[in-house]
């Protein structure tokens, strides 16, 4: 089992910036890959970006892609998003998920911090 904890949420005036956490904790090295996703008022969850927990090898998805980076501290077992050039469609529950090695799916999900972008 692997315990996620999301931090950082907020809200923040468009064109500002936000940085979520991700803390991990139990069984953390069965972390494969560990993911951002988000779900906005009356629509599905959405992928952000992801992270190879060994190699740190990213990718985004395109909406984000130049805006926010993904980030990880494995002594830390934290992962964290920073947002940039935040826009008000990018107001959402923001979770992080984890892949584990056993697995090739997103088993392990946070409860979910608010990010809320204002025009």
């Known amino acids: 089992q692997v315990q996620l904890v999301e931090s950082g949420g907020g809200l923040v005036q468009a064109g500002g910036s936000l940085r979520l956490s991700c803390a991990a904790s139990?069984?953390?090295?069965?972390?494969?890959?560990v993911g951002w996703f988000r779900q906005a008022p009356g629509k599905e969850r959405e992928f952000v970006s992801r992270i190879t927990w060994s190699s740190g090898v990213t990718y985004y998805a395109d909406s984000v892609k130049g805006r926010f980076t993904i980030s990880k501290d494995n002594a830390k077992n934290m992962v964290y998003l920073q947002m940039n050039s935040l826009k008000p469609e990018d107001t959402a529950v923001y979770y992080c998920?984890?892949?584990?090695?056993?697995?090739?799916?997103?088993?392990?999900w946070g409860r979910g911090t608010q990010v809320t972008v204002s025009s």
């Open positions: 139990g069984r953390t090295s069965s972390i494969f890959v």
């Open positions: 998920a984890v892949i584990p090695q056993t697995t090739m799916s997103y088993d392990y």
